[in-house]
């Protein structure tokens, strides 16, 4: 047993409460995300960012949700909208590669407030809320999120408000979002190994949270089946506004430090 527990947590340097409090927000993150459309990426990161160093956050926190966004991806494959993915691949390609030569240099803070701010627009302006966006718009979108999630982490609450625009069904919002997410974190991972991160000594805790996000979107899946789509809507409205909030209180605990 104890070479178990030396397995899982050892290198790591984690506590064993705290690699089983890691999973199971794993698993309520991924369910949120999965049955509301977003959300868990940002939950996760606030609980990670109790118990791991800052300095291993990011890189952990993009495998992570690397490995949530794929399965939900491929869980709901059917329900993608491909004609967007193009432009926001390019897109993320150029922003992973300007970000890993400013990880750096800019202030987090400063991220977070712009983050928040364009969210809230984002997801409350009426102009906004009757455009289109095609690939010129994907384009732009991916290079800016990537960019961001370099500093931030989770930018899913960026992407968000576009797909739910360009997608007319729920189902279809959730799926993209989840490929457009996995096209994002696969390239910030590529970006931190080649800054030198070492992911090794967290290969352990890794599984674990891929494991219980993996089951948590199984089940969010069938909970967003049973979601009316009015609901769904107003749902992921409201969660973009709390995270959104929570970003400015962030912001502010910087700046004050």
Known sequence: MDQLIDLLIGEAGLQLGGFFLLCGVSFLGSFLTASL????????????????????????????????????????RRNILTSIIPAFLIGTILGALL????????????????????ILYAVWAPKFKASSPGKPT??????????????????????APFVGAACPERQQVVATHATLMTVQ?????????TLGFAFGPYIPLLVGLIAFGFAGTWCGKHILLRVPEETFRTGLKIILTLLAFRLFYGAAQSYSS
């Open 99 to 118: 970000g890993a030569k400013l990880v750096f240099s800019l202030p987090t803070a400063l991220l977070q407030t712009v983050l928040a701010v364009f």
């Open 138 to 159: 994907f384009f732009t979108v991916g290079f800016a999120a990537t960019l961001i999630t370099m500093f931030v982490g989770a930018t899913g609450p960026l992407v």
């Open 37 to 76: 459309g977003i959300g868990g990426g940002v939950l996760v990161l606030a609980t990670m960012a109790q118990i791991l160093p800052p300095a291993v956050l990011i890189p952990i926190h993009g495998v992570v949700q690397l490995g949530s966004n794929v399965g939900r991806a491929t869980l709901m």
């Open 185 to 193: 974190h696969g390239f910030k991972i590529i970006a931190f190994g």
